[in-house]
């Protein structure tokens, strides 16, 4: 393929590029989902539906009560805990109940980009406030949502910069937003950190308020030299100088990180350089980056088709949507937030800075097992607190037209299941599972002791390399 043709759209709108892009945008997604994408074009599908601009949510409650807005206190801080694992599960009802929209796993991108830990930040309330911020620039501008980050209540602790003065500036946001957020390393010196850290300076954050605000006496009221500009620069001022002055490096780091996240973990130079140019056309807005990238030829190309593996809470929260498990208290969300723990993901808890590197770091000789367990135990039925959550077999088998011939169910389900093309081998052995002894002429769900044969066959089809796939 020429460099020229990497944003060319799509030709072939089927079910193959629905399921890729439906594994790409959602936490999950079932037959029916298929089924609709393909009763509307790409461009009305992409443009709105996954790119629709998301509603502002209920704020999480604990036991039915508001904590989002109760101040940091001695007398609230007993309650962290509970209010910060109530955010959690709010947060896994979002992605489980997102409709058609890209928006929850671009809130998921902006937080594993604008990194704040709560074990560092340690007030739930702030995390919140940083969460919805990450909501309403999800398809936002990227550079008005950088100055927002700037001076958000969260990042400012967790990065210093409440402390950080005109007298004794910290260096810590200026690093970070230029090595990790914006430009990346090889575009500034460590001059344009310390004037940028100068320009930063003066934000703090009220505990009762939950908010930042400037104090001028502690702001560096002087000339700073950044990329060669001077002035009194203000923090805003200094967020524009990154977009200005050095827009192909933002730029072209942005898209890579899209990329990464959406596509690829070895990014394509030539196809981040052409999305790039797109961003710059449109002022750094995100949603035409990415109607471009969902639309194009190479994002559908087999080479990227199946190639990415699922972060654990997107393995989690789809397995649900896949084999329709549903849940309507948070016995099983503390359940998936312990799961996701030990699979190395825990939300609002990145392992610092620099974000979850994701892909091959995401399954180890410890983590892998982990997956097994838990979807051995959504085919076998997980109790918790004497609610049984498991998947029914009979039912969901039998919502697929070929149910009752053996061999082209299992072509049927492996398809919609594993986004990775699987071997003829595979295939068979999956087949052999499933009759578990019989003839495929004698296969029928009917037949006594086809439950036990679907679920032996479940658990061997989740526990493939290919189902970690997206």
Sequence with gaps: MSTSNYLKKISVWDADAARHILSRSLFGFTKDNVAFALTKTLDDFVDNYLLKDLTEPAAPQ????DWVTLP????????????????IYWWYSLMITQGYSLGEKMVLFLHNHFVSEYGAVQIPQLMYIQNKLFRQYAFGNFIELTKKVTIDPAILIYLNGNVSTGSNPNENYARE???LFTIGIGNYTEDDIKNMALALTGWRVDGTTLSSYFTQSRWANKSKTIYSKTGNYTYDQTVDLIFTEKPIPASEFLCRKLYKEFAYYEPNTDYVTQLAAVMRTNNFNLKPVLATMLKSEYFHSVDIRGARIKPPVEFLLSALKQLGITYTNNDLPNYIRTTADSLQQSLFNPPDVRWWEGQRKWISTITYPNRNVYTDALVNGKTINSIIYKMNVLTYVRSYPSSENAIQFVEDVTKQLIQFPLSQARKDSLLSTMLDGTVVGNWSTYSPGADTRLQKFFKALMRLPEFQLS
Excluded: G
């Excluded at 007398?75 to 694992?85: A, G, I």
């Design 177 to 179: 937003l230029q090595e």
């Design 62 to 65: 604990y036991s039915n009560a």
């Design 72 to 87: 940091n206190n001695t007398t609230n801080q007993t309650s962290y805990t509970n209010w910060f694992r109530s955010m």
